[in-house]
């Protein structure tokens, strides 16, 4: 069973969207530290943005917290990848999981973190 919603990417073309999105989220390839203050902190206002409201399928990323091969990459409907949030990440406990959930444009780009806390990166 797996805790994640969508169809597992894999191979050349999850490795290389996995890449991109790791770009798009740090393009000055800074400490995490002082990225993270690139981003703007929503916690649950995510689900009020425009970040959520695409009817088109998202990736989404779980960014493993020590090791990269255990990475994995999904392509998920909006409504699989809300009720995910809502489930996973919880703000007021400090709940979460070190995730990023993107429009396959990259448009709009969520991390989340193992915290809880919730950042719009675009």
Known sequence: MNMFPGVRMVHDEADRIMNELLQQINPQNLKSIENIKNWVRVDDEVYNTDA?????PYYLFYKHPIHD???KLFLTSK???????????NPERGDGV???VALQDYSKIIVCNHDGQIYLVK
Not at 52 to 56: C, D, G, Q
Not at 79 to 89: G, Q
């Open 52 to 56: 959520l409201s695409s009817e088109v």
């Open 69 to 71: 091969f255990m990475d």
């Open 79 to 89: 409504t699989d990848v809300v009720a995910f949030l809502r489930d996973s990440v």
């Open 98 to 100: 070190d995730v990023i």
